[in-house]
């Protein structure tokens, strides 16, 4: 049998790991086509300290990212192969625990923290109604149908969206599993305990590791390979993949699939369309589409595979964008002032939140070293503005129309930081980054909206990644790529154990006794 995985970001990497593991296929037999010419997918890494560091991405974990940390566990860290990476992971956030001092600040530079998190019962009341409404009575909508207008004002709102990702006008369905999945964090909002990161950037951290394993195995990578159509059997009845269309160096190529294989697709990408600036440009426009190009290809023909077009397209750009920074800097003074004013480490206290800036800027100085080899005295800091459709408050335009120049005054303006502003920009890189795509996961969908992972009918074609459906499991995270990988090859082959089951914060008592905490003494 022969396995071909299109799409090398980490759901693609998991895939042949569970291949390998779960079904018992050799490594010289699985093939893995990635459309860029670096393995990852958001999870990318790119630019040096001498130009700045580019991160487009950033991410948050929790203990119970069970198909992962079931993964990281066979895999051997790249520091000490004597442990695994997930060892390695837990060891690093035991030993440097977030803890976040100044998580919201004010335009005064105040910090912002109230009783409740500013809920009410009322609040609470719409919370437990909405994680009780069934899934199926939530199709297209929104979340500010289920919630008071003050809901949206209050102190938990800007914490959860600005760690969470969601907007009023996201989905509700998509609102409701984050709820009943992350209940338990709800104290930890504020102070981010219990919160986990990765002690590098998450390139290094597991996608390195984890391709360094496949390949000892005898995977194939083919980068620089994009996808451009796969053939069917002609059937009604049944979906079986007989051919794969390839593009690579400008050549294209066609691989015969057998019956007895098996083909697994990612069907899109968060990171679609990104694009990167620098200190003296604007990230420029990339309108390719390439990354959900193949998915549109097979729900046009089929309806199984769902709709991309509730995701992807120029119409959801203005409720899915995001511009990310990254600041490289060489002097003391940005860290300096950071940490006085948060009364934190460096790499200690979690996000601060800029609530007053139109853009509703979020900051994080990272642990150092962020990146291997990484100079002493160089530190990095990421961010990113949760409402770039905006204009700023000083460069008085959008953020993805603006430099990394402009783009880093607008946060020192908002910190006050005027003063040192000369010394932070003369030592100082930021570059920006475009993720048009990267919070389209919020957007209001259908149930049908998200195909399977393995279609109804389907022979030997499983489907991976955030726009998969699986039942209970929230999709902004690295969890969900791993468990649609395991759950496609277990359904197609049926080998292996199942995925285990999705952590549901609702029905443990501890983790509801941690929510009620938040009205009853926070």
């Given at each position: 049998?022969?396995?071909?995985?299109?799409?090398?970001?980490?759901?693609?990497?998991?895939?042949?790991?569970?291949?390998?593991?779960?079904?018992?296929?050799?490594?010289?037999?699985?093939?893995?086509?990635?459309?860029?010419?670096?393995?990852?997918?958001?999870?990318?890494?790119?630019?040096?300290?001498?130009?700045?560091?580019?991160?487009?991405?950033?991410?948050?974990?929790?203990?119970?990212?069970?198909?992962?940390?079931?993964?990281?566990?066979?895999?051997?860290?790249?520091?000490?192969?004597?442990?695994?990476?997930?060892?390695?992971?837990?060891?690093?956030?035991?030993?440097?625990?977030?803890?976040?001092?100044?998580?919201?600040?004010?335009?005064?530079?105040?910090?912002?923290?109230?009783?409740?998190?500013?809920?009410?019962?009322?609040?609470?009341?719409?919370?437990?109604?909405?994680?009780?409404?069934?899934?199926?009575?939530?199709?297209?909508?929104?979340?500010?149908?289920?919630?008071?207008?003050?809901?949206?004002?209050?102190?938990?709102?800007?914490?959860?969206?600005?760690?969470?990702?969601?907007?009023?006008?996201?989905?509700?369905?998509?609102?409701?599993?984050?709820?009943?999945?992350?209940?338990?964090?709800?104290?930890?909002?504020?102070?981010?305990?219990?919160?986990?990161?990765?002690?590098?950037?998450?390139?290094?951290?597991?996608?390195?590791?984890?391709?360094?394993?496949?390949?000892?195995?005898?995977?194939?990578?083919?980068?620089?390979?994009?996808?451009?159509?796969?053939?069917?059997?002609?059937?009604?009845?049944?979906?079986?993949?007989?051919?794969?269309?390839?593009?690579?160096?400008?050549?294209?190529?066609?691989?015969?699939?057998?019956?007895?294989?098996?083909?697994?697709?990612?069907?899109?990408?968060?990171?679609?369309?990104?694009?990167?600036?620098?200190?003296?440009?604007?990230?420029?426009?990339?309108?390719?589409?390439?990354?959900?190009?193949?998915?549109?290809?097979?729900?046009?023909?089929?309806?199984?595979?769902?709709?991309?077009?509730?995701?992807?397209?120029?119409?959801?750009?203005?409720?899915?964008?995001?511009?990310?920074?990254?600041?490289?800097?060489?002097?003391?003074?940005?860290?300096?002032?950071?940490?006085?004013?948060?009364?934190?480490?460096?790499?200690?206290?979690?996000?601060?939140?800029?609530?007053?800036?139109?853009?509703?800027?979020?900051?994080?100085?990272?642990?150092?070293?962020?990146?291997?080899?990484?100079?002493?005295?160089?530190?990095?800091?990421?961010?990113?503005?949760?409402?770039?459709?905006?204009?700023g408050d000083f460069a008085r335009k959008r953020m993805a129309e603006c430099t990394g120049a402009e783009i880093l005054q607008e946060v020192l303006?908002?910190?006050?930081?005027?003063?040192?502003?000369?010394?932070?920009?003369?030592?100082?890189?930021?570059?920006?980054?475009?993720?048009?795509?990267?919070?389209?996961?919020?957007?209001?969908?259908?149930?049908?909206?998200?195909?399977?992972?393995?279609?109804?009918?389907?022979?030997?074609?499983?489907?991976?990644?955030?726009?998969?459906?699986?039942?209970?499991?929230?999709?902004?995270?690295?969890?969900?790529?791993?468990?649609?990988?395991?759950?496609?090859?277990?359904?197609?082959?049926?080998?292996?154990?199942?995925?285990?089951?999705?952590?549901?914060?609702?029905?443990?008592?501890?983790?509801?006794?941690?929510?009620?905490?938040?009205?009853?003494?926070?």
């Amino acid at each position: 049998m022969k396995a071909h995985i299109v799409g090398g970001g980490f759901g693609g990497l998991a895939a042949a790991f569970y291949l390998i593991r779960n079904a018992g296929v050799s490594g010289e037999d699985i093939t893995i086509y990635e459309a860029d010419e670096q393995l990852g997918g958001a999870f990318s890494l790119g630019g040096t300290a001498e130009s700045g560091y580019v991160l487009p991405c950033g991410a948050v974990f929790d203990k119970e990212f069970r198909c992962t940390f079931d993964l990281l566990a066979a895999i051997p860290s790249r520091a000490d192969p004597a442990i695994s990476v997930r060892d390695e992971f837990f060891a690093f956030n035991a030993r440097y625990p977030f803890r976040d001092r100044a998580h919201i600040i004010d335009r005064d530079g105040h910090i912002v923290h109230g009783p409740h998190f500013g809920l009410g019962l009322r609040d609470g009341f719409d919370l437990i109604k909405l994680s009780l409404t069934p899934e199926a009575m939530l199709d297209g909508r929104r979340i500010e149908e289920f919630f008071s207008p003050k809901f949206f004002s209050t102190e938990f709102w800007l914490l959860w969206s600005t760690i969470m990702g969601s907007l009023p006008q996201h989905g509700a369905a998509e609102f409701r599993r984050y709820i009943n999945r992350t209940i338990a964090l709800f104290p930890d909002l504020s102070d981010m305990t219990h919160i986990l990161r990765t002690q590098l950037n998450q390139y290094q951290a597991f996608i390195e590791p984890l391709a360094d394993w496949l390949r000892q195995r005898g995977v194939k990578m083919l980068t620089g390979a994009l996808v451009r159509d796969i053939g069917f059997v002609a059937s009604r009845e049944h979906i079986t993949v007989d051919r794969l269309d390839y593009q690579r160096a400008g050549s294209a190529s066609s691989v015969a699939v057998g019956a007895e294989d098996i083909v697994l697709v990612t069907t899109g990408s968060q990171a679609a369309d990104l694009s990167v600036g620098s200190m003296t440009e604007a990230p420029g426009p990339q309108t390719s589409g390439r990354s959900w190009e193949l998915w549109k290809r097979l729900a046009h023909a089929r309806t199984e595979f769902g709709s991309p077009d509730t995701f992807f397209g120029a119409a959801r750009i203005p409720d899915s964008r995001w511009v990310s920074f990254t600041v490289t800097t060489r002097g003391p003074e940005l860290i300096d002032l950071l940490s006085a004013l948060t009364s934190s480490e460096p790499g200690s206290g979690g996000l601060v939140t800029l609530k007053d800036s139109s853009w509703v800027l979020s900051l994080s100085i990272l642990h150092r070293p962020e990146v291997i080899g990484q100079p002493s005295g160089t530190n990095v800091l990421w961010g990113y503005g949760l409402y770039p459709e905006r204009n700023g408050d000083f460069a008085r335009k959008r953020m993805a129309e603006c430099t990394g120049a402009e783009i880093l005054q607008e946060v020192l303006r908002h910190l006050r930081f005027d003063r040192q502003l000369d010394a932070i920009m003369a030592s100082s890189i930021c570059i920006p980054c475009d993720l048009p795509y990267v919070n389209n996961i919020w957007l209001p969908r259908r149930r049908i909206d998200r195909p399977r992972p393995v279609p109804t009918g389907s022979t030997n074609l499983g489907l991976l990644g955030q726009y998969v459906e699986v039942s209970r499991e929230v999709a902004f995270t690295i969890e969900y790529s791993a468990r649609t990988a395991w759950e496609a090859i277990h359904l197609l082959l049926g080998r292996g154990p199942a995925p285990p089951p999705v952590y549901q914060g609702q029905y443990d008592p501890k983790a509801l006794f941690s929510a009620l905490k938040v009205f009853l003494f926070q």
